[in-house]
């Protein structure tokens, strides 16, 4: 029997009135149809949001919900050619909770829709173990390409590259958690 997932989607900007929201709010609208799986999200807008005794908090509430996750969907802008350094400081706070994981993305921006923070991310997560998707979703020039209510405005397109990343996603997470729970991971020093 397949196991129950989790699904963990991160935002990739802390920025106020972030364009991420729109595209986030997008796909958790489409994803509880796409995969049989609890959907929980992160948002590293919460890591600087308080004291440093909240900050404590946050990052613990934050490390059990990774800890808990299956796989990860980014959905993460690109800032100078790059990732968000809000992205960076998150994955940077942990390491075990991405450890052979699956992680996908869906990357919005300028005229590269992302594509170069994707990119620089696949070896960002590679050194903390995960495995990132060859599929990807992204929207270039996105802030043309949703409407006034935050729907793609060619949404047959998007849904059916969507659809396509969630499948691969969803194999690495279930094939990824049955290694992980019957498969001894010994690293060698
Ligand atoms: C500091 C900064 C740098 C940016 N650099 C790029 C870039 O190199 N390439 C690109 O396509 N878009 C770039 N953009 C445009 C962003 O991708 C776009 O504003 C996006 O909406 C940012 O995501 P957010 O609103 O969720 O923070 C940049 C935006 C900012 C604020």
């Not at 308080?50 to 990052?59: C, H, I, K, N």
């Amino acid at each position: 029997m397949k196991p129950r997932l989790t699904l963990a989607l991160i935002y990739g900007s802390a920025r106020d009135g972030r364009f991420c929201d729109t595209v986030a709010d997008w796909l958790l609208r489409h994803l509880p149809d796409m995969i049989e799986a609890d959907i929980l999200t992160v948002d590293p807008a919460h890591l600087n949001a308080g004291s440093s005794m909240a900050r404590t908090e946050v990052e613990r509430r934050i490390g059990r919900d990774l800890a808990r996750a299956d796989g990860f969907l980014v959905v993460t802008p690109e800032y100078n050619h790059g990732y968000p350094a809000a992205l960076k400081e998150l994955i940077d706070c942990y390491q075990k909770p991405w450890s052979a994981k699956p992680v996908a993305f869906v990357s919005y921006g300028g005229v590269s829709g992302g594509l170069r923070a994707v990119e620089q991310l696949r070896q960002v997560f590679a050194e903390v173990g995960a495995a990132t998707t060859r599929e990807t979703v992204s929207f270039a020039n996105a802030w043309e390409q949703f409407d006034a209510e935050g729907n793609p405005r060619a949404p047959e397109d998007v849904l059916r590259r969507l659809r396509a990343l969630v499948v691969q996603l969803d194999w690495w997470m279930t094939t990824l958690k049955h290694g992980r729970d019957t498969v001894v991971f010994r690293e060698v020093a």
